[in-house]
């Protein structure tokens, strides 16, 4: 995949609504992925200056503003054609164990 398997479970996330970077995480760790934020700060960087990520700052009551990220039209893009390469990825895999 031209992209990391991350890059794919985050678009997946964010296609859902916007989300904050703990709920990120939050949501990758539920389901066993365990990452962290060391892992997903640069990740959500690197998606935000290549036009998959937009975020917002929110005024927040409880610390600083908070960084709300969401999905944008390129995103929706790149995460249709990372879905499609997973789906290749899988069948070749499943391939290998049935033979």
Not at 44 to 59: F, I
């Given at each position: ?57 929110e005024e ?18 790149l995460l ?20």
């Amino acid at each position: 995949m031209r992209k990391g398997v991350l890059d794919l479970c985050i678009l997946r996330i964010l296609s859902g609504g916007e989300a904050y970077t703990s709920d990120i995480i939050g949501a990758l760790q539920s389901v066993n992925l365990l990452v962290v934020e060391g892992t997903v700060y640069p990740l959500l960087t690197r998606m935000k200056n290549s036009g998959a990520l937009d975020y917002r700052w929110e005024e927040s009551n409880s610390g600083p503003p908070r960084k709300y990220y969401s999905i944008t039209k390129e995103g929706k893009k790149l995460l249709q054609a990372l879905e499609a390469e997973w789906e290749g990825f899988v069948i070749s895999v499943n391939s290998l164990t049935r033979s």
